[in-house]
């Protein structure tokens, strides 16, 4: 059965620094790959996303993250953490022969940002 | 920026009483869908829906649960008789594509459902 495994509950680290998350996914097919952030009160932000092609992708607020066939990864990483990046990260895996939106959720990780 | 919305933001019911969660989907998109998050676990897949029909649904949702689209603007999770295993928050999400298609679902901030 499809999974995604964050084995970062929680991750603090000091503003400037930076930052990666872990993301490793069970699937058997090419999945599609996904990270959603979401601050207190908000709803689920897309970040970024891969399909196919370049296995670096950016996304938005300087974030990007790396897919790693081998490795079965996605982590997610920014080189400069920012006070305004403290937030739930999650990670999600999305099936490619399917139609239906049914994305597969990681436990998310939540980051502390310290001034 | 368009954008999901959904409502109530916050619902507080009675063990066995019936609950409607609304959802406003970005205008063009075409799928629809309903997560939901119980305190501290995963966002888990409900439902989804396309061409007023659902497409797929998780054993989560069982007879209990049932989706609509009454007009062509709203979308909306009913849930019976609610039972304490129910309280969570509940995302609403809408996509132009199925993710198949390469397609972004956007997430509502959720409406959080506490039974009690």
């Known amino acids: 059965a499809q999974s995604v495994t964050q084995p970062d509950i929680h991750i603090t680290v000091s503003e400037g620094a930076s930052l990666e998350l872990r993301c490793n996914y069970s699937?058997?097919?090419?999945?599609?790959l996904f990270w959603y952030v979401q601050s207190p009160g908000q709803g689920l932000q897309l970040l970024l996303k891969?399909?196919?092609?370049?296995?670096l992708v950016q996304g938005i607020k300087g974030f990007e993250a790396e897919f790693k066939r081998s490795q079965s990864s996605f982590n997610l990483r920014k080189p400069s953490v920012h006070w305004s990046d403290a937030a739930e990260y999650f990670c999600?895996?999305?099936?490619?022969?399917?139609?239906?939106?049914?994305?597969?959720f990681g436990q998310g990780t939540t980051l502390q940002v310290k001034p | 920026e368009p954008e999901v919305t959904q409502t109530p933001s916050h619902q507080v019911t009675q063990m066995g009483q019936e609950v409607i969660l609304r959802c406003v989907p970005i205008?063009?998109?075409?799928?629809f869908y309903w997560y939901r998050q119980i305190l501290g676990q995963k966002v888990e897949f409900l439902v989804s829906?396309?061409?007023?029909?659902?497409?797929?649904k998780s054993e989560i949702f069982d007879d209990q649960f049932s989706v609509e689209r009454p007009d062509g603007s709203n979308f909306t999770l009913k849930i019976r008789s609610t039972k304490l295993e129910d309280s969570a928050m509940y995302f609403c999400?809408?996509?132009?594509?199925?993710?198949?298609?390469?397609?972004?679902?956007?997430f509502g901030e959720g409406s959080r459902l506490t039974v009690l």
């Open positions: 999400a809408s996509s132009a594509t199925g993710t198949g298609k390469a397609g972004e679902l956007f």
């Open positions: 699937y058997g097919a090419t999945p599609y």
């Open positions: 891969y399909f196919s092609g370049d296995t």
């Open positions: 999600a895996v999305g099936e490619m022969s399917s139609n239906t939106g049914k994305l597969i």
């Open positions: 205008s063009n998109h075409l799928y």
């Open positions: 829906f396309y061409n007023n029909e659902i497409s797929e």
